[in-house]
T-cell receptor
Framework: GAVVSQHPSRVICKSGTSVKIECRSL??????MFWYRQFPKQSLMLMAT?????????EQGVEKDKFLINHASLTLSTLTVTSAHPEDSSFYIC???????????FGPGTRLTVT | GQNIDQPTEMTATEGAIVQINCTYQ??????LFWYQQHAGEAPTFLSY??LDGLEEKGRFSSFLSRSKGYSYLLLKELQMKDSASYLC??????????WGAGTKLIIKP
């Protein structure tokens, strides 16, 4: 089956610093990758959709200058949380989809804690 | 607008059967997914229905009625490890996944 990895799995950072999260499709080419955020006991919230080689499409209410997304290759997308604040603490999950399939394959998630 | 409704929480007994319902109103329809999500983990794929009817996969089955905008996930022979949230998601006309809020399933011995 398709495998998606995320790194790091957990990160603690100080307020005002930036954090980069990587999402990789290990055994398929991901033409589209999705970034989600999930607060405790809440459902997934789509933040943005990125297609390889083009700019990400952000959902309403998501600051594109704060959450920088790069999808430079068919196997790697990165999410950088810039100038992180405690309210950015959340579970960030990426998913990937190849051009042949509409199923999204999820990474294991990254738990970000901003102190 | 687009909307997916599913119960917030359900409780069932180990060994029993439980049915989790999902109704949807979306702009277009290209299939419906069910995902399982344990606390603190990412969702894992359970099923995909694009045609009406029942799809059976081991202890789990998923049903779809497109005319009614309705699906259910049926879990048989419940085990304690089935305690999780179950997410219903519809692929709309733009091939974007629209997510329900999830149903937290609590299994009691």
């Amino acid at each position: 089956g398709a495998v998606v990895s995320q790194h790091p799995s957990r990160v603690i950072c100080k307020s005002g610093t930036s954090v980069k999260i990587e999402c990789r499709s290990l055994d398929f080419q991901a033409t589209t990758m999705f970034w989600y955020r999930q607060f405790p006991k809440q459902s997934l919230m789509l933040m943005a959709t990125s297609n390889e080689g083009s700019k990400a499409t952000y959902e309403q209410g998501v600051e594109k200058d704060k959450f920088l997304i790069n999808h430079a290759s068919l196997t790697l997308s990165t999410l950088t949380v810039t100038s992180a604040h405690p309210e950015d603490s959340s579970f960030y999950i990426c998913s990937a989809r190849d051009w042949q399939d509409y199923e999204q394959y999820f990474g294991p998630g990254t738990r970000l804690t901003v102190t | 607008g687009q909307n997916i409704d599913q119960p917030t929480e359900m409780t069932a007994t180990e060994g029993a059967i439980v049915q989790i319902n999902c109704t949807y109103q979306t702009s277009g329809f290209n299939g419906l997914f069910w995902y399982q999500q344990h606390a603190g983990e990412a969702p894992t794929f359970l099923s995909y229905n694009v045609l009406d009817g029942l799809e059976e996969k081991g202890r789990f089955s998923s049903f779809l009625s497109r005319s009614k905008g309705y699906s259910y996930l049926l879990l048989k022979e419940l085990q304690m490890k089935d305690s999780a949230s179950y997410l219903c998601a519809v692929l709309d006309s733009n091939y974007q996944l629209i997510w329900g809020a999830g149903t937290k399933l609590i299994i009691k011995p």
